[in-house]
Each structure stands twice: as C-alpha cells, then as structure tokens.
C-alpha cells in the first residue's frame, strides 16, 4: 500500500485471506490498514472467493526463504541434508492441521490425488514434513492441494466489504477434464452461482445488486474495461439471464466436475451462447486489451 501510495497508481490486493486459525483474528488489523489507505486516497480494493478451502501449491508450507531464487533452487535446497533438516524443523511450528489438506494435482503417481498429507505420511511411514519435503522433491514442486484453512465468518465477512471485488480466482475448465482424474478447486465450476445462491438467498448479507455488481461493474471500472460490465446503451451486450429462484451451484471438494442451475440464458457480445441452459457452440468471445 505505501508503494502504491508513493507510485499513484491503483493498488488490486489478490485473493485476500488469513490462512490458518491462529491467523484468523487478524483479518480485522488487515481490513483496518486497508480501509485507511483507501481514506488517505489511495484506489484500493481487495477480491475473495466463496470458499474456505484455498487452492495453493504445496510448497506454501515451507519456510518463506526456502522458495526465494525459484522452484530450481528450492529444489536443490530440499536435497541438502542440512538445509533439509533445518526446513523439517522449522515447518514443526507451523502448527498447520494436515488432515484438511488435501493433494488435488500431481505430476506424480495419481494415487497421491484426494489423499490428504497426513494419510500420505502413514502409508508411507515418515514424519508429515518429511513426506512433504520428499513429494516436493519428486514432484519437481508440482503439485496443487486443496487446503481447508479459512474461516467461514472470514469469507463472508470480505464477501459484504464495500472494498471488496468479488473473483472466482479459478480456470475455465470444460467438463471431461474430469477424466484426467485431478482434482479441480469447485471454485472453478461454481462460484458466481454460489454468492448468489448462499450469500444473497440464503444468509441475505448482499443484495442483488450488490452481488452482480461486485462480479461485473466494480472490476471493469477497477481495471479500466471500458463499455463492459454494465448494462447501458452504447456498452458491448454482456448479458446473462437467470432464474433467482433456481441459481445454484452444484460443484463440491468431492465433485467439482458439476455445473451450476439456473441460468437460463447468456449472451456475448450481443449475441446468444446460451439458450435454455444449453451451449450453442458459437464463440462470440474477444481478447480484451488495454
């Protein structure tokens, strides 16, 4: 923030989060800072995702240095036995709960995939932070888990912040990618349709237009998308038509591979790609650039 402030540019904090329970009451400092800065006059806003499991590559529970310089010097770190030995015991106080992480994509043997840390660590009879300094090291430090670390009031909390931009920090990803057996973040399938679904409908802490606009007007303007986000004459016709009552995500940890109910119609660029909640097959898409 004080860089930005110094620049006068425009500051996006991505994926804003606290990681951890013992992290989680410090959400509210960070809120703080951000919120002054945003008063002093700086252009700042934070996006969240609905979910309180994180996507994150599995070396995010080494010690911050270890990964400084690159995956290649982190991996030739890894294979030092004294620097091995050394991150092993700093990774002991970090206190993470390992049964709620999960490993989703590996470029190893698939059978490591939907197990969690601490079940990969039994089987094959290591320490946790041994197992994950050797998967690190034999995965060349390619692999994504699934890690349920985030605290439910947290989310919803960010999710109703005025700052707050509302992203699905996922991939498009078309259904038979299923067959490749990873284990996609539902975020990826489901997240729009769940703001809606959950925290409009149900729990009722945003309205319609607060959710819709923090998922389409709020980031075109952020970014300087021009005509698009917003329904108004003149703006390229980015429409999509929904049943209130129906809007549902169906995607989950364990299913991800399922898309959401109850959009009806969708419209790109003014012309239909959607009709009836079946694709058309046309692709009306553009490259934006600035």
Not at 83 to 96: D, L, P, S, T, Y
Request: glycine share 8%; proline share 3%.
């Amino acid at each position: 923030m004080r860089t930005a402030q110094a620049a006068g540019v425009k500051l996006q904090i991505s994926h804003l989060k606290a990681m951890g329970e013992k992290n989680w009451n410090l959400l509210d400092e960070a809120l703080g800072m951000i919120e002054a800065a945003g008063n002093s006059g700086l252009d700042v806003n934070f996006d969240v995702y609905p979910y309180t499991t994180t996507g994150s590559v599995l070396y995010i529970l080494l010690p911050d240095w270890v990964s400084e310089g690159g995956k290649k010097m982190m991996i030739q770190r890894l294979k030092d036995p004294e620097i091995r030995a050394q991150v092993i015991g700093e990774m002991k106080e970090n206190n993470f709960d390992y049964s709620k992480i999960t490993v989703a994509i590996s470029a190893l043997d698939k059978t490591l995939t939907r197990k969690n840390i601490s079940e990969i660590a039994i089987s094959q009879g290591k320490t946790i932070e041994e197992t994950v300094v050797d998967i690190l090291i034999a995965s060349n430090g390619r692999v994504i888990t699934n890690m349920e670390v985030l605290s439910e009031k947290n989310v919803a909390k960010l999710i109703r912040h005025p700052m707050a931009i509302i992203s699905s920090n996922g991939s498009g990803y078309y259904i038979k990618h299923k067959e490749s057996g990873e284990m996609v973040h539902p975020r990826n399938f489901g997240t729009f349709p769940r703001v809606l679904a959950k925290y409009v409908k149900k729990e009722g802490i945003l309205s319609w237009e607060e959710a819709i606009h923090k998922m389409s007007g709020k980031p075109a303007n952020k970014f300087g998308i021009e005509k698009r986000g917003i329904i108004r004459e003149g703006n390229f016709a980015d429409v999509l038509i929904l049943n209130p009552d129906k809007i549902q995500d169906l995607a989950t940890e364990e299913n991800p591979y399922q898309y959401s109910c109850g959009i009806s119609w969708t419209l790109v660029n003014g012309k239909v790609i959607l009709e009836n909640g079946k694709y058309n097959g046309r692709r009306e898409g553009e490259v934006i650039r600035r």
